[in-house]
């Protein structure tokens, strides 16, 4: 996977990133900048999941996504 898409459009990505996981606030985000670890943290924080199921699940929302 190429995180660096993510990275590299943090600001157009923010809201599909909304749209999946909404407990995130803008601060969040802002905070987040598009690194990957920081993402994983704060909806590992906010949803209270296992460090696994949310790679998988970020893993599987980044397949969705339409370059």
């Known amino acids: 996977m190429d995180w660096n898409r993510v990275e590299g459009n943090w ?3 923010k ?5 999946q996981w909404g407990r995130l606030t803008d601060d969040d985000l802002d905070v987040i900048n598009g690194r990957r670890d ?3 943290g704060k909806i590992q924080e906010r949803y ?6 949310v790679q998988k699940d970020i ?3 980044y397949g969705t996504q339409r370059w």
């Open 48 to 53: 209270g999941l296992a460090k696994d199921q």
């Open 38 to 40: 920081q993402l994983e």
């Open 59 to 61: 893993d599987d929302w």
């Open 15 to 19: 809201g599909k990133i909304k749209e």
């Open 11 to 13: 600001k157009q990505m």
